[in-house]
C-alpha cells in the first residue's frame, strides 16, 4: 500500500473518532463562546469551519432548587424571609411589642413626643405624630436625627431649654407611647400620615399653605 493512501486511511480514521468523542457526556463547551475546527481536503489543505455552539442547560440537578407550593413563589433561602410578624390591626401591632429593660434615646425621644402631643389621641392619631418626627429625620430640611428634631427649637412646646420633661416609666400613657413608638421604629404598621413633616391641634387655624395629608383624631397633618 502506498504511503499516501495509508495516511489518508489513519487520518479518516482519526476525524471519526474525534467526531464521536465530541458528543460523549463528558465533552464540555463553555457557553456563548464559537469553536474553530478544521478539516481536511483531499489536497490535505487545511481550512477553518466557525461552529457556533447551541446554548446549554443545565439538567435539573444541577440547578439550584425552590420550593413552590400552590403557585406561590419560590423561597430559596428560609433566612431571608422577614422576621416580623403579620398583624391584624394597628391594636395588635402595638399590644405584641415587648418593652426593653433600658429605652435608647431615639426610642425615648419618639415616645415622649407621642406622650406630650398626643397621648389622648387615637392610636393611628399617636402613630402619626410619630411617622412626622420620622420623616423630618430623613427629609435633609431639619436635623437628621430623632432627638434632633424633637429638641428643635421652635417646634415642640414641651421642650424647655433643650430638654424633655422627665416621664414615671410605669405610667400607663408612657408606656403605650412607647409601644407605638417602637411600631413606628420597626415600621412594622403603616401610618396613615404618609409623607407629612408637620401637624396642628384642629382647635387651631394657623393658616399654613401646605399641602393637608391626613385628618386624624384631634390633629391635621400636612407636608
Same mark, same amino acid.
Given at each position: 500500500?502506498?504511503?499516501?493512501? $495509508?495516511?489518508?486511511?489513519?487520518?479518516?480514521?482519526?476525524?471519526?473518532?474525534?467526531?464521536?468523542?465530541?458528543?460523549?457526556?463528558?465533552?464540555?463547551?463553555?457557553?456563548?463562546?464559537?469553536?474553530?475546527?478544521?478539516? &481536511?481536503?483531499?489536497?490535505?489543505?487545511?481550512?477553518?469551519?466557525?461552529?457556533?455552539?447551541?446554548?446549554?442547560?443545565?439538567?435539573?440537578?444541577?440547578?439550584?432548587?425552590?420550593?413552590?407550593?400552590?403557585?406561590?413563589?419560590?423561597?430559596?433561602?428560609?433566612?431571608? =424571609?422577614?422576621?416580623?410578624?403579620?398583624?391584624?390591626?394597628?391594636?395588635?401591632?402595638?399590644?405584641?411589642?415587648? &418593652?426593653?429593660?433600658?429605652?435608647?434615646?431615639?426610642?425615648?425621644?419618639?415616645?415622649?413626643?407621642?406622650?406630650?402631643?398626643?397621648?389622648?389621641?387615637?392610636? =393611628?392619631?399617636? &402613630?402619626?405624630?410619630?411617622?412626622?418626627?420620622?420623616?423630618?429625620?430623613?427629609?435633609?430640611?431639619?436635623?437628621?436625627?430623632?432627638?434632633?428634631?424633637?429638641?428643635?427649637?421652635?417646634?415642640?412646646?414641651?421642650?424647655?431649654?433643650? $430638654?424633655?420633661?422627665?416621664?414615671?416609666?410605669?405610667?400607663?400613657?408612657? $408606656?403605650?407611647? &412607647?409601644?407605638?413608638?417602637?411600631?413606628?421604629?420597626?415600621? =412594622?404598621?403603616?401610618?396613615?400620615?404618609?409623607?407629612?413633616?408637620?401637624?396642628?391641634?384642629? $382647635?387651631?387655624?394657623?393658616?399654613?399653605?401646605?399641602?393637608?395629608?391626613?385628618?386624624?383624631?384631634?390633629?391635621?397633618?400636612?407636608?
Amino acid at each position: 500500500m502506498k504511503f499516501s493512501l $495509508r495516511a489518508a486511511i489513519v487520518i479518516a480514521v482519526f476525524c471519526a473518532a474525534s467526531l464521536a468523542g465530541s458528543g460523549s457526556p463528558g465533552f464540555a463547551i463553555e457557553p456563548g463562546k464559537s469553536v474553530t475546527l478544521t478539516s &481536511l481536503s483531499a489536497n490535505d489543505q487545511s481550512t477553518p469551519l466557525n461552529v457556533p455552539l447551541l446554548t446549554l442547560v443545565p439538567s435539573p440537578a444541577a440547578q439550584d432548587t425552590a420550593s413552590v407550593d400552590n403557585g406561590q413563589q419560590p423561597t430559596l433561602d428560609s433566612d431571608a =424571609a422577614s422576621d416580623t410578624p403579620p398583624y391584624a390591626s394597628l391594636d395588635a401591632a402595638i399590644e405584641a411589642q415587648a &418593652l426593653p429593660a433600658k429605652v435608647d434615646e431615639d426610642l425615648a425621644c419618639l415616645a415622649g413626643t407621642i406622650y406630650f402631643e398626643a397621648k389622648g389621641e387615637p392610636l =393611628a392619631g399617636q &402613630l402619626a405624630v410619630a411617622q412626622v418626627v420620622m420623616n423630618r429625620s430623613v427629609s435633609g430640611r431639619f436635623p437628621s436625627s430623632i432627638c434632633s428634631v424633637v429638641k428643635q427649637p421652635g417646634q415642640f412646646s414641651f421642650i424647655r431649654d433643650g $430638654r424633655m420633661p422627665d416621664i414615671a416609666r410605669d405610667n400607663a400613657h408612657y $408606656r403605650r407611647a &412607647l409601644a407605638v413608638a417602637k411600631v413606628a421604629l420597626d415600621k =412594622a404598621w403603616a401610618s396613615p400620615a404618609g409623607n407629612a413633616l408637620y401637624f396642628h391641634a384642629r $382647635r387651631v387655624s394657623p393658616g399654613w399653605r401646605l399641602t393637608r395629608v391626613a385628618a386624624i383624631g384631634g390633629h391635621i397633618f400636612y407636608r
